[in-house]
């Protein structure tokens, strides 16, 4: 069965220049410290909160990872949100400024799964390909 109805706009959220270059000063330092300034500066920046998640995942700090993460993807989702977007149709990986809210997904669905929140890992892991399988290929190394 054909669906009739076209697919919503892709939803590109704005860029934040200020936290951007806060985020790359932090990689120079590349601590947690770092990263966690830029987070409280800039809370609504999920960059930042899928970078902590992404370092607290490679830790083996699963729980610390799920917290960033969750938090990443709330704030990504109230930005999205903002931007038009009525809880489906893509978010380009394409876009720099998606980013950060596609990673705190992927890292959510990865500590999810670490937690043993299997459900949720796999809601997540769907939503990420919904968004754009570029992202779910991107971030899973395929």
């Known amino acids: 069965m054909q669906n009739l ?11 934040d220049e200020k936290a951007a270059a806060a985020l790359a000063e932090a990689e120079r330092d590349d601590t947690d410290e770092a990263y966690a ?6 809370p609504a ?13 490679a830790e083996g700090k699963f729980v610390t990872a799920y917290a960033y993460a969750r ?12 931007s038009g977007w009525k ?6 990986w394409s876009h720099e400024p998606n980013r950060g809210f596609l990673r ?3 890292a959510l669905s990865r500590s999810a799964d670490e937690i043993g929140e299997s459900d949720e890992a796999a809601r997540c892991a769907q939503f990420l ?4 399988p570029a992202a779910g290929d991107a971030l899973s190394g395929a």
């Open 5 to 15: 109805l076209p697919e919503p706009p892709a939803t590109l959220l704005p860029a």
């Open 45 to 57: 920046y999920s960059a930042a909160w899928a970078t902590l998640a992404s370092r607290s995942l």
């Open 71 to 82: 938090t990443g993807y709330h704030r990504g989702l109230d930005q999205l949100r903002r």
């Open 37 to 42: 300034e830029v987070a409280g500066h800039f």
């Open 104 to 106: 705190s997904l992927h």
């Open 87 to 92: 809880g489906h149709g893509p978010v380009p």
């Open 129 to 132: 390909r919904d968004c754009d």
